[in-house]
């Protein structure tokens, strides 16, 4: 199983942006599809971006289109979100996810995942 870390949540100005990692360890080999979720207080947990180990497709919620983009860096065994043009709406826990196997990616994006991290804050400012 593989285990998830994440990185680079804080406090941003609406408007701002933020860069949040995800770092893999463990059995990290494979096809693995990774992907991001959050979660706003009083709100069930929401699929944000995700991304194919190889060939690095990726897919986006509408709400974050255009303004997310969605990496990952192999050797690192690390993936990164990137956020601009924050709004206080993308206030959140934000956790990162990774799902093997066949139809990995719609399990994932539906919120079914092999591991998940442990989540970390991003709060936007009005």
């Known amino acids: 199983q593989v285990q998830l870390v994440e990185s680079g949540g804080g406090l941003v100005q609406a408007g701002g942006s933020l860069r949040l990692s995800c770092a893999a360890s463990?059995?990290?080999?494979?096809?693995?599809?990774m992907g991001w979720f959050r979660q706003a207080p009083g709100k069930e947990r929401e699929f944000v971006a995700a991304?194919?180990?190889?060939?690095?497709?990726?897919h986006y919620a509408d709400s974050v289109k255009g303004r997310f983009t969605i990496s990952r860096d192999n050797a690192k065994n690390t993936m990164y979100l990137q956020m601009n043009s924050l709004k206080p709406a993308d206030t959140a826990v934000y956790y990162c996810?990774?799902?093997?196997?066949?139809?990995?990616?719609?399990?994932?994006?539906?919120?079914?995942?092999?591991?998940w991290g442990q989540g970390t804050q991003v709060t936007v400012s009005s």
């Open positions: 463990g059995r990290t080999y494979g096809t693995y599809v």
């Open positions: 996810a990774a799902k093997l196997g066949t139809s990995a990616l719609v399990l994932l994006m539906r919120g079914s995942s092999d591991s």
């Open positions: 991304i194919s180990w190889i060939g690095g497709s990726t």
